[in-house]
Structure formats: structure tokens, C-alpha cells
């Protein structure tokens, strides 16, 4: 291809998004909101495989000491614990620190001045290597003589998995059907400005152009419109993202990492432009289809 | 070459255009197709064009069995033909100079060749004042012309005019003409579709008369009628 071809087919194309202003603006707006759903779901979705791999890095099991036994015996069976498989460490807490722990939670702890560090138990915080393995894990650490009682945080990290498989199928869905939404919208709309232009189109292949003449302008037009779609809804996108962490932050929900934007901008925007330079190709070959047929 | 074999056409709505129409143009010759209004001239145009396609018969123009040509044949067929249709099809919303500079384009010309070439055809017809104008800014007349620099720009083989002289005044039509028979002798192959007798009778060439979709007379002489 000539330059003198390619400098015609962006003249062409460009022009044509500034001829239909009022069509391409709708276009680029449409695009600009399915890239910022698709890109809230897919951060949410990012957001919270992070979260459950660090619940997961942290993941401990509590075993309850018999109070039968003394604080040394207690401590003892340290290291009866650790050759539990699937054990990483054990860290021993006394009574006295469970308790101060406990009454650390509340700042108005006279409801338990007179609480004895008595009936608190002795307890060895496991943490494990493997998650997955918990419950199994769980019960060997339970068959420990002197061990009581083994509490396991299960309904808690089956409950993350659960809703990490649900915001994963679900958002992969939404991305799917919007794509194909948002390249329908983009189609239609190229076919309404093709529609005023089919004459054109008509006299052109009359003079002997190929398909591929007629439709490069049209695809540098949908490809210049998904373009600028890709780039505003980064900048949103980034925008409404700081926002919302921030919120997050300060909020009771202050404890959840999120991931900053400047992590993953990059692979955002590469997505963003190669989705919106898709729905661009895409659309524009489909809405000039028929006008070919001449 | 241009060869209609016992065409025939209708079209959807049941009109009989064309009724076993045989006409041959060789290469390098100039030929008058005449007629009155609704008799089918219009129809041969298209039919050579590859617009349309016929009912029955046989059309084959440089080669191509334009029955059967393929849509990747189309274009280049369509390449090798200059044509001035009698709706003019220009593209409004483009220059003079660009509605030229696009047959060129089409045809894979370099920038250089553009800049070189459409100012001097444009200057053949007479429009080198008019070519930043807008189609809608001229005259019928003009329109046409520009219709014809652009059918002669790429030094066509074969060069098809529907009616190139109906909105132009008498004297400037003479000179068109005379720029067609001028291509004609460097070795394209001419036919113009034209009303006017007196033009006609003026350069004695062949003519080919068809009334009804079907051929009346075809020789070399005057059209009186
Ligand atoms: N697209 C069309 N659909 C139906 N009838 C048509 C169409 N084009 C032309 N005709 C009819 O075919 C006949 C020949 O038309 P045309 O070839 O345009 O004649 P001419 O160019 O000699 O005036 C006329 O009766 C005309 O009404
Ligand atoms: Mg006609």
C-alpha cells in the first residue's frame, strides 16, 4: 500500500467521524461506558482473587489447649503440633495474652474488669501451608493428646471461593455480552452514516474500486472512534478506580488491600485500546457489508 | 471488444428493455448509439458496465463473459472502462479536483501523477478555473464535464458516454466531441449515446439505431429522424 493510499484512507476516515459529529459522538459514548462496565467488573474481579489470596497467606487455625494442663505442658506440645503435615508454624498465646487480646477488642472494658485469665484457654495460632487442605489438617491437629478443640475459619474462606467463582463467571459474561452489544451499536451506527452514503459507495464501485477501497475509510473511521472510546473510558476508569479505593480505605472495610491503579494501568489501557480498536474493525465491517453488493 | 449477443432484458417490474439485441464494437472504433427516450440505451450502458446483468443472451466486453465475471474480476473490468453516465455521479461532498484525483486513486496512481494529471485533463474540458469548486456550486454543464475528465483520466481502453453533450451548449459540445473522436484516434474504443442529430451528422461515423429494445439500423452515415 502506497503512502499516497494510506494518507487518502486516514483523510477519508477521519473526516468521516467529523462529518456524522453528532453519530460518532453517540458511538464514542457508547464506548466509553461498555469499556468502563467491563473494565468495573474485571478490576472488581482482580480485586477479589487478591483478597482471597491474602486471607489465604493468612489463613490460621486455632488449637485449644486441655486446661487441665500446666502453661509448660501447654507449651510443650508445640512441637507435637508441627509435625502435623501441612503444618508451616505454630505460635503459642497464653491465657493472659488471649485475654488482653480479647479486651483490646472493646474500648469500654469495665464490662470485663473483673474477667480472670483463668477462663480463657491456652491456644497455639497453626498456620498452615496449604488451604486447601484445611479441614483434614484441622482434624489431625484435633487427634493431638492435650489438644481439645481445633476452630477453623472454614465457612469463612469457603465463603470467599464461592463469591470468587461467582464474580468470575459473572464478569466474564458481562464482558462477553457487552462486546457483543457494543459492536452491534458500533455497526449501527457506521451503517447510518454508510446509509447516507451509499451513493457514494454505489459511484465508487462503479469506477471500478475494490471492497478493500471503499473500506478501509470506514474502518479507519471505526477504528478512530474506538480509539478515542478506549482512552476516555481509561481516564474515568482511573479516576472513578483512585476514588472508590480511597472511599474503600477510609471506610470499615479499610482492612481489604486494594490494588492501586498504577499496578495494572498499563494492562487496563493495552485491554482497553485492543478491545476498543476491535469493536472499531469489527463494526464497520459488518455495517458496510451489504452496501457492497453494487 | 464490445459484443451483445441476442440480449435480452426485463427488468423486476416486467419492463422489456432490451428484445434480442445483437450489436459488435471492435477495438478502436468509434460508434453513435441512438434512439429514443425508453428504447433501451441507457440499459446497454449498464449492461456493459456490469450494473445489471441481462435476462438472456450474451455480453462479453474485453474478454469478460459479463455473465459470469467474478466480484474480484469486477473492479479491474471495471478499470478498463471510462464512463460518463448521464446522471453525471459525481460525489457531492468532494472537490472538482478531487472527484478526478478519485478514478486515479482507484486505479493505484502515485500523488505525483495526481498532482500532474488531474489539472491538465480538467483543463481538456475546460473547467481549470473550477477545480476547488463543489459539485453543487456548477452548472449542469459543468457537472458533465467534470463528469468526463474523470471518465478520462485513467487513458481508458474502451470509453462509454451516456448522453456526454445533453446539458452542454452546441458549441462546447462540438469540442467534446471532437476531444472523443481525438481519444478514439490514440486507440480507445468510443461509443457515445446522444440525441442530437445534427452532432452526429456532423462527424459521419458509424451509428447504431435502436427503437423498443431493438436494433433499427446500424451503419456508417446520417441519422435523420
Ligand atoms: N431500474 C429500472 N426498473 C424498471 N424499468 C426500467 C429501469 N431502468 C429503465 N427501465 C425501463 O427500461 C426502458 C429502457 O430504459 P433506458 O435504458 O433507461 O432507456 P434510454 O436510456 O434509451 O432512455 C424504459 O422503458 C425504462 O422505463
Ligand atoms: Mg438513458
Not at chain 2, 446483468?53 to 455473465?67: L, P
Request: charged residues 20%.
Amino acid at each position: 500500500m502506497s503512502m499516497n493510499r494510506i494518507g487518502y484512507y486516514l483523510k477519508e476516515g477521519i473526516c468521516g467521524v467529523f462529518d456524522h459529529g453528532l453519530m460518532s459522538f453517540a458511538t464514542v459514548c457508547m464506548i466509553v461506558s461498555t469499556l468502563l462496565l467491563m473494565g468495573g467488573f474485571s478490576l472488581l474481579a482482580v480485586n477479589i482473587n487478591k483478597i482471597i489470596a491474602d486471607l489465604e497467606s493468612q489463613n490460621q487455625v486455632a488449637a485449644y489447649v486441655d486446661e487441665n494442663l500446666s502453661d509448660e505442658e501447654a507449651e510443650a506440645l508445640g512441637g507435637k503440633l508441627l509435625e502435623v503435615g501441612n503444618v508451616a508454624s505454630v505460635t503459642f498465646i497464653t491465657r493472659e495474652q488471649a485475654m488482653e487480646s480479647f479486651l483490646s477488642q472493646y474500648e469500654d472494658n469495665s464490662l470485663f474488669e473483673d474477667i480472670d485469665a483463668s477462663v480463657f484457654r491456652n491456644r497455639f495460632i497453626v498456620n498452615l501451608e496449604d488451604l486447601g487442605l484445611m479441614e483434614t489438617t484441622a482434624r489431625n491437629l484435633a487427634d493431638v493428646p492435650g489438644i481439645v478443640k481445633v476452630s477453623a475459619h472454614l465457612e469463612i474462606s469457603r465463603g470467599f471461593i464461592t463469591v470468587r467463582g461467582i464474580v468470575n463467571a459473572v464478569s466474564w459474561a458481562i464482558v462477553g455480552l457487552l462486546l457483543v452489544v457494543s459492536m452491534f451499536i458500533m455497526s449501527n451506527t457506521i451503517k447510518l452514516t454508510t446509509f447516507a452514503r451509499r451513493n457514494e459507495i454505489a459511484i465508487i464501485k462503479m469506477m471500478g474500486a475494490s471492497n478493500g477501497f471503499i473500506r478501509w475509510p470506514f474502518t479507519v473511521e471505526g477504528m478512530f472512534m474506538g480509539l478515542m472510546g478506549s482512552c476516555v473510558a481509561f481516564m474515568l476508569l482511573w479516576a472513578l478506580y483512585t476514588l472508590l479505593a480511597r472511599k474503600v480505605a477510609a471506610s470499615a472495610l479499610g482492612f481489604l488491600k486494594i490494588i492501586p491503579f498504577g499496578g495494572i494501568s498499563l494492562y487496563v489501557l493495552g485491554a482497553f485500546v485492543g478491545v476498543g480498536l476491535a469493536v472499531g474493525v469489527f463494526g464497520s465491517r459488518v455495517a458496510i457489508r451489504s452496501y457492497l453488493r453494487v | 471488444m464490445i459484443r451483445l449477443e441476442h440480449v435480452y432484458k426485463s427488468y423486476e417490474n416486467g419492463t422489456q428493455a432490451l428484445n434480442d439485441l445483437s450489436i459488435t464494437l471492435e477495438d478502436g472504433e468509434f460508434a453513435f448509439l441512438v434512439g429514443p427516450s425508453g428504447s433501451g440505451k441507457s440499459t446497454i450502458i449498464k449492461l456493459i458496465t456490469g450494473e445489471i446483468s441481462c435476462t438472456e443472451g450474451e455480453v462479453i466486453v474485453n474478454g469478460y463473459d459479463m455473465s459470469r465475471i467474478s466480484r474480484r474480476r469486477m473492479p479491474r473490468h471495471r478499470r478498463l472502462l471510462g464512463v460518463i453516465f448521464q446522471d453525471f455521479r459525481l460525489i457531492e461532498n468532494k472537490s472538482v479536483y478531487e472527484n478526478v484525483a478519485l478514478a486515479m486513486r482507484i486505479a493505484g496512481a502515485s500523488g505525483k501523477e495526481i498532482k500532474e494529471r488531474v489539472p491538465y485533463v480538467l483543463s481538456l474540458v475546460g473547467l481549470e478555473d473550477m477545480m476547488h469548486a463543489m459539485p453543487r456550486q456548477l452548472s449542469g454543464g459543468e457537472q458533465q464535464r467534470v463528469a468526463i475528465a474523470r471518465a478520462l483520466v485513467n487513458n481508458p481502453k474502451v470509453i462509454i458516454a451516456d448522453e456526454p453533450t445533453g446539458n452542454i451548449d452546441p458549441e462546447l459540445s462540438a469540442d467534446i466531441m471532437t476531444l472523443l473522436t481525438k481519444i478514439n484516434e490514440l486507440g480507445a474504443t468510443v461509443l457515445v449515446v446522444t440525441h442530437e442529430k445534427d452532432l452526429v451528422n456532423q462527424f459521419a461515423k458509424r451509428v447504431i439505431r435502436i427503437a423498443n429494445g431493438r436494433l433499427v439500423s446500424d451503419g456508417n452515415g446520417w441519422y435523420i429522424a
